[in-house]
């Protein structure tokens, strides 16, 4: 090979090392579109709307709604709004850290980062008094609850009554992210599949350095649940799983179930759901959804509602 | 447990074939030894691998290959991690003949099979049949030892759609034979 084949490989290399992504306005990448719960944390965020309850509310159930890898409070925006009317219980819509915002500022963000956010919104609440608080956790949220149950966030706390998750993702559908630390540095970054309306609440482009951030949490998470996790006393999980899913391989169900025990040595719930949409109970903005899709969510979020007042 | 025994079988079979090796031509190898593999940021998978090259088919370039490997003895020895085997035939081609150090190619073809133990997840695939090629190099001692690493891509590996979850498309093997026939 010539000096002037290598001097073009070179090249090739770090033009790709320094690509960036032409963002458009539209996207939730940009700097005009942000997550709606920057501007209104108290519409998304309970102990905000509320930071001095009365004892009545404060024994209330609150569900922490945790959205998933790229995504925003979007997700669950259609849990609210399924609990629309109800005074018996509140829902607090977490968006990650480093989420909702820039592209810049999603790129630099670490799964701690992420993370941060649902401690700081779970340590509010007891803060301000709520002591009946439970996890809702889609996808990359799912994994995050779990590493904060692994590394023992919750001792000394009043822990969660209740910990529900959606499509967590353990294993990855797309076995390319494993070798991310290989080709991530000549990718930069990565482009979703989202439709137009989709890109206003999902990161369009995906840095590789966040890609690689979701491999560190999710093998992470793996290897506690190979090592065996305890739920707090007094604290179940209950995993809804679809059984087809693009994005968070139903593997990870298997996985979860034979990692995580009760506080009393049982096993936890899992349901295999006859879905094949990554976050079965999203269906805004998608489109081809049939009234399975819409029963799944509904009969999910009742579920979960049902088993949280309890 | 079934697969234990099937490794104590072909073991029981290496051993009495080395019994027997001067029923072999000279030019006929008989390699056996331990396989440890892992899958790119995923599970270790070891177990073990024999290897043979006839004196009529391009002796000492050809090797065919039968190699069992499990999770059992790797990652999930003593952990949640979900119990896997493979069962693997492989035609090897090493080039360099004479030389210590040898490039191969080689070509896997067998069954996968993981146990969720569960009925619940029986709604999930956990089988597939596997075809895997492999690049990699060969060292061969003065010794009958010879120690051969190599990247490998299993091409029908899970997607979340189809296909087992734990089955990995990358891997990255070792195997470190002992020649029991024709040393």
């Known amino acids: 090979m010539t000096k002037l084949h290598y001097l073009f490989f070179l090249v090739l290399l770090l033009s790709a090392c320094d690509s960036t992504p032409n963002i458009s306005d539209e996207f939730v990448d940009g700097d005009i579109v942000f997550d709606a719960s920057i501007a209104h944390p108290e519409n998304y965020l309970q102990s905000i709307a509320n930071p001095n309850p009365t004892e009545q509310d404060a024994a209330k159930p609150v569900f922490i709604a945790i959205h998933g890898y790229s995504a925003s409070t979007f997700e669950w925006d259609e849990f609210r709004a399924f609990s629309s009317g109800r005074t018996d219980y509140f829902i607090s819509q977490v968006l990650l850290g480093g989420h909702g915002m820039t592209y810049d500022d999603f790129k630099q963000a670490s799964w701690k980062t992420w993370q941060g956010l649902i401690k700081a919104e779970y340590d509010r609440l007891l803060a301000a008094g709520y002591a009946n608080i439970n996890f809702v956790g889609s996808s990359t949220g799912g994994a995050l609850l779990i590493e904060l149950l692994a590394s023992g966030y919750f001792d000394n706390k009043i822990a969660p009554r209740h910990v529900f998750l959606v499509d967590p993702i353990i294993i990855p559908s797309s076995k390319m992210l494993s070798i991310m630390p290989i080709v991530g540095p000549v990718l930069g970054y990565a482009v979703s599949d989202n439709t137009t309306a989709e890109d206003r609440y999902w990161y369009h482009f995906r840095p590789q350095e966040t890609l690689r951030e979701l491999l560190d949490v999710t093998v992470r998470v793996r290897k506690q649940l190979e090592d065996g996790i305890t739920l707090p006393a007094g604290t179940t999980m209950k995993v809804y799983k679809s059984i087809k899913d693009p994005t968070a391989d139903p593997v990870s169900a298997v996985l979860i179930y034979k990692g995580i025990k009760t506080s009393a040595g049982r096993t936890i719930d899992v349901e295999m759901v006859d879905s094949d949409l990554h976050v079965f109970t999203r269906l805004a903005l998608r489109s081809g959804t049939d009234q399975g899709d819409v029963a799944n969510q509904l009969r999910t979020f009742s579920d979960i509602v049902s088993r949280g007042l309890n | ?183």
């Open chain 2, 1 to 183: 447990m079934n697969h234990l025994k099937r490794c104590f079988a072909v073991l029981v079979v290496c051993l009495l074939a080395y019994q027997t090796s001067e029923s072999f031509a000279q030019e006929s190898t008989l390699d056996v030894g331990l396989r440890i593999q892992k899958s790119a940021s995923f599970y270790f998978e070891n177990g073990v691998s024999v290897l043979y090259s006839d004196k009529r088919f391009f002796t000492d370039s050809l090797f065919l290959g039968f190699h069992f490997v499990s999770s059992r003895f790797g990652s999930a020895l003593n952990s949640n991690a979900i119990n896997q085997d493979t069962i693997l035939f492989s035609a090897a081609w090493y080039w360099r003949k004479t030389k210590s150090i040898r490039p191969f190619g080689q070509l896997n073809t067998g069954y996968f099979r993981a146990d969720y133990e569960e009925a619940v997840f029986d709604v999930l695939p956990n089988s597939a049949l596997i075809i895997s090629p492999e690049l990699g190099i060969g060292y061969e001692s003065k010794i009958p030892l010879k120690i051969a690493v190599s990247v490998g891509y299993n091409l029908t590996s899970g997607n979340g759609e189809s296909g087992p979850g734990t089955l990995y498309p990358i891997f990255m093997q070792m195997t470190a034979t002992w020649r029991v026939i024709n040393p």
